[in-house]
């Protein structure tokens, strides 16, 4: 009756009451508080019946800790320096041997009768001959070292070939600039070396027997200053060496581990084989400004991805030192610096223009790459 009356007025109907949790005894909370005490795992509480037709709760997700950092050990870095160290002495050894080897085979061509005791004199004082042999040697040798180290680069590599366009003003612009620096480290040289008469008169020496910067050159000196020197040198030094020293300042592990490479990082390790560079040509002179060159040579290297730019730009600076004299006596004074400011300025903006600020954008909502591919 009570229910037809609340009907009657507009009310609802009462709802059923949840049914109250199931009293705990306290001599079960006395006996998990004790279990707890001594170090035991607490039991599991039994969850509360969920009414039918509600579906279960989710289970929590465990919690993920943080991967920890792979930190570069001290130990990697200075197993890359010696690697470094190993391609120097090396390459020091090549020399060494291989042109004692030279003499000998010369010494012992003029003893067969084969070559004449004049000529073996002449081929043993220019060097040449003795210089080539160490060169194909080097390339031979440092050739499977290089492409075993670029299996696994720290230089980021170009997913695609440059366009035609690129590539003929990246070589035109390298050509030139070849030319400048030429014509820029002969001034230095001239304004400074009188100041050193011992060191100029070693250097000069050094020079005329390597056939270098002389109006009366063979091919085959042309081909050992210009061709397989830049060809040799670059393989090594850029090549080897400075994959060693990326490995060495980023304390390279193996490909799964390293870091992306910073500009800071490269300035660093592209000194230690600019360093090494100097330190292979064997005198004052040319250590100096064999330095400063390889600092160039590997920022090329760095920038293009390809080792045959710098070998262009390598190439260049060797062959002006056979066209640098003989321009300078054709043309006065004035006109011969305008010609070559003018190949240094245009050389720098060729390349600057092949190789300026990257054109690739990453999409939208995306960081972009720290190193893009080439064009």
């Not at 090396?90 to 009768?113: N, P």
């Not at 084969?114 to 040798?141: G, H, K, N």
């Not at 600092?295 to 262009?312: I, N, Q, S």
């Not at 600057?352 to 064009?375: F, K, L, T, V, Y």
Request: net charge negative; hydrophobic share 50%; charged share 15%.
């Amino acid at each position: 009756m009570t229910q037809d009356l609340n009907n009657d007025l507009g009310g609802s109907a009462p709802t059923k009451e949840p049914p109250h949790p199931a009293p705990v005894s306290l001599a079960e909370v006395s006996a998990e508080e004790h279990a707890n005490s001594e170090g035991e795992a607490p039991r599991p509480t039994e969850e509360a019946p969920r009414p039918a037709g509600e579906p279960p709760l989710p289970a929590s997700a465990p919690l993920s800790l943080p991967a920890p950092v792979d930190q570069p050990q001290r130990s990697h870095r200075w197993r890359w320096v010696a690697s470094l160290a190993g391609v120097v002495a090396t390459d020091m050894m090549i020399q060494i041997v291989f042109s004692a080897v030279g003499m000998l085979l010369i010494e012992l061509a003029a003893q067969a009768g084969v070559l004449p005791q004049a000529q073996a004199a002449v081929l043993i004082d220019s060097l040449t001959p003795i210089v080539v042999l160490t060169q194909v040697v080097r390339i031979v040798a440092m050739w499977p070292w290089w492409r075993h180290v670029a299996r696994s680069t720290l230089v980021p590599c170009a997913e695609a070939l440059p366009p035609l366009r690129r590539r003929l003003g990246s070589v035109a612009g390298l050509a030139l600039l070849g030319v400048g620096l030429q014509f820029v480290l002969g001034v230095a040289l001239t304004l400074i070396l009188p100041l050193f008469p011992d060191v100029m008169d070693e250097y000069t020496e050094l020079m005329d027997s390597a056939g270098a910067g002389s109006s009366d050159f063979s091919l085959l000196s042309v081909l050992s200053v210009t061709v397989l020197a830049a060809v040799g040198e670059e393989i090594v030094c850029r090549g080897v060496m400075l994959e060693y020293a990326l490995r060495a300042v980023s304390g390279y592990r193996g490909p799964a581990s390293h870091a992306p490479i910073n500009d800071r990082m490269f300035w660093i390790a592209n000194a230690l084989q600019a360093a090494a560079f100097g330190l292979l040509h064997l005198n004052i002179v040319q250590s100096t400004y064999a330095f400063l060159l390889g600092l160039a040579m590997g920022w090329v290297y760095w920038k293009t991805r390809d080792l045959r730019y710098p070998m262009v730009l390598h190439l260049s600076i060797n062959a002006a030192s056979y066209i640098i004299e003989p321009i300078s006596a054709a043309l006065p004074d004035v006109a011969f610096i305008a010609l070559l400011l003018a190949c240094l300025i245009a050389g720098a903006k060729l390349f600057a223009m092949a190789w300026g600020a990257p054109r690739h954008h990453a999409p939208a909502g995306e960081e972009p790459s720290p190193n893009p591919p080439a064009d």
